[in-house]
């Protein structure tokens, strides 16, 4: 089955600088991959999509890498702020079957 | 659109007993899957239905249970409840676009099991 391994469950870092969290999996190659945000007691929200011919995505202060050699996803959040804590969980898309599979998540404070 | 929807939000229940709940997916979507998540589990995969039928599922016993009506809503229900299935239970809906898929997540509904 699908592993799916996201860098230590917490990180804190200081308002202003980026944060940078890793997802990494093993077992298949996906066509894309997805990173969600999730608050404390609500659902996961979809934040970008980037799909394997691409190798890097933008949208406002978050940035995403996928390197396909490397089996990794890179996301960034620069000029990070104390709304931006929350949990960010990686996704890939089904393979054989129809099932998503999300990593654990890294759970994101920032520290004002 | 409207997004998901799960009812009810908050449930207590004692073990023993069995509990149903509700989801809406967005209109159009006919895929619908169920996770519980724990702390320090994550998301785990329950089982998920398009069109009414199961696809797949997880490695859950057989207590857990779903189904999946004509108008894509769906509802899961746990028998004979247990401590531990206290836990945060995630609906998702999604449809497919040429490839690619997204999950759009209801808010969940909070089960507390005494």
């Known amino acids: 089955s699908q592993k799916i391994e996201q860098n230590s469950e917490a990180l804190n870092i200081q308002e202003g600088k980026t944060a940078t969290l890793t997802c990494n999996y093993t077992?298949?190659?996906?066509?894309?991959l997805q990173w969600y945000r999730q608050d404390p007691g609500r659902g996961p929200v979809f934040l970008l999509l980037i799909r394997e011919n691409e190798k890097e995505k933008r949208k406002e202060r978050l940035k995403v890498t996928f390197d396909t050699t490397l089996k990794q996803s890179l996301f960034h959040i620069t000029a990070s702020q104390p709304a931006d804590s929350a949990t960010y969980l990686c996704a890939l898309p089904p393979n054989t079957g129809n099932q998503f599979y999300f990593g654990t998540g890294t759970s994101l404070t920032v520290i004002p | 659109k409207a997004g998901v929807t799960q009812t009810p939000r908050y449930l207590i229940k004692t073990r023993g007993q069995q509990v149903t709940l509700s989801c809406s997916p967005i209109s159009g979507h006919r895929s619908v899957s169920w996770y519980q998540q724990t702390p320090g589990q994550g998301l785990q995969f329950l089982f998920e239905?398009?069109?009414?039928?199961?696809?797949n599922k997880g490695n859950f016993p057989g207590r857990f249970s779903g189904r999946q009506f004509s108008n894509s809503r769906s509802e899961m229900n746990v028998s004979t409840l247990e401590l531990g299935d206290s836990a945060l239970y995630l609906c998702a809906s999604s449809y497919l676009s040429g490839i690619q898929e997204t999950q759009y997540f209801g808010p969940g509904t909070r089960l507390l099991v005494l």
């Open positions: 239905y398009f069109s009414e039928t199961q696809r």
């Open positions: 077992n298949y190659s996906p066509a894309y």
